[in-house]
């Protein structure tokens, strides 16, 4: 992470995948901390995954 964000590489793999028509399962069970950050990266990730499930319908 950095004080801006998510590290570039994390927001770069993240842009790249292909959510259309798919699950996407995150395990955070090993995770003990997880800054505001990180957790505005997986908002945003979970808002384009039913923007896109939407556009698909």
Same mark, same amino acid.
């Given at each position: 992470?950095?004080?801006?964000?998510?590290?570039? =590489?994390?927001?770069?793999?993240?842009?790249? /995948?292909?959510? @259309?028509?798919?699950?996407? $399962?995150?395990?955070?069970?090993?995770?003990?901390?997880? =800054?505001?950050?990180?957790?505005?990266a997986? /908002?945003?990730? @979970?808002?384009?995954?039913? $923007?896109?499930?939407?556009?698909?319908?």
């Amino acid at each position: 992470m950095t004080e801006q964000g998510p590290h570039p =590489d994390v927001t770069e793999a993240v842009d790249a /995948l292909t959510i @259309r028509g798919q699950v996407l $399962a995150l395990d955070v069970s090993a995770v003990t901390f997880m =800054d505001s950050s990180a957790l505005q990266a997986l /908002l945003a990730l @979970r808002i384009r995954g039913h $923007a896109e499930g939407r556009a698909n319908s």
